[in-house]
């Protein structure tokens, strides 16, 4: 095995964390030693939890091993204090002589920070290992960090006909299969966002029901005013946020909110107002659009229609297809 295979572990690794390390980043950390053996593994469990670094070494059997090995992290170190110790200072204390990283993190406290603490005490640092893969498994915390914004995902289902449902009516679109798929994607992100409509017409609880994770956090743009208080949003006990978009443009609300909050990703699930709402504004990094092509509605609401959008993927769900964009 050689620096890539070993940085593609780390990835499996962070993988794990997927559900419950935002806002935090998605991260794990390989130590081999110098016979190329793989001598200890670890991951970011969790927010607020240990870091993958320290659970790495704290698996190694034989701590002396440290000395001679190799630690393999996908995101710089850390070298600042937040819930956790740096793990720049772990490191150095347990003299690992070289550590290889997948990428600078573009966190203002790190930024490169970490990496030249290493070197400064003559560590053999190497970056850029499998760069793209590790950009791509934290992409959401990349985007907060870099552009102040949220990683905002569309998702939407509509009929063969190109309906998003019917008018001023609950619309059974999805699969089980999928219905069960998009909890999971629910269960990856920090928040959910739908209009205020969409709130009346569907009545949805936007939780994880069919799937172990985290329920996201709700967002509703209007006014709680506006709404019947029997709906499951105002009565289930999970928490709801209401947000009316003043500046429909430029979306400052929904930018502040998240940096107060510290939301790094937001799953938009509807309705097409809003939905299109976020396109026309260029305010999306990914869309996943799910159709039923067994399924045909006749007459309806119009499903969104994308602009400047390039077809990343395509998946089976069923009797759906599954088409992601990218931006």
Known sequence: MND????????????????????????????????????????????????????????????????????????????????????????????????????????????????????????????????????????RFICFHETGRPYVILKWAESNDGLIGKLNER????????????HQWRAEEQAILIGKNTAVIDNPSLTVRYVEGRNPLRIVLGTEASLPKSLNLLTDGNPTYFLPLHNDSGFDELTTFCQTHQIISILVEGGAFTLQKFIDAGWWHEARVIRNHKLSLENGVQAPVLSDA?????????????RIYRL
């Open 310 to 322: 390039i077809l990343n993927d395509v998946i089976q769900s069923g009797d759906d297809i599954i």
């Open 171 to 182: 619309t059974a679109i999805t699969s089980e299969q999928t219905n069960k798929l998009i």
């Open 4 to 139: 890539a295979d070993y940085m593609l572990r780390c990835l499996e690794l962070a993988e794990k964390g997927k559900f419950y390390t935002a806002p935090n980043p998605r991260v794990g950390c390989v130590i081999v030693s110098q016979n190329k053996q793989i001598i200890g593994e670890g991951y970011h469990e969790r927010f607020g939890g240990a870091h993958a670094e320290v659970n790495a070494m704290q698996s190694v059997r034989n701590t002396d091993d440290l000395q001679n090995s190799t630690l393999y992290v996908n995101l710089e170190p850390c070298s600042h204090h937040g819930k956790t110790p740096p793990c720049t200072s772990l490191i150095i204390e347990k003299y690992i002589p070289r550590v290889v990283i997948g990428m600078k993190d573009p966190h203002k406290k790190v930024m490169g920070d970490g990496i030249q603490r290493l070197m400064d005490v003559g560590i053999d640092v190497k970056v850029g290992v499998e760069e793209k893969a590790c950009r791509e498994i934290n992409k």
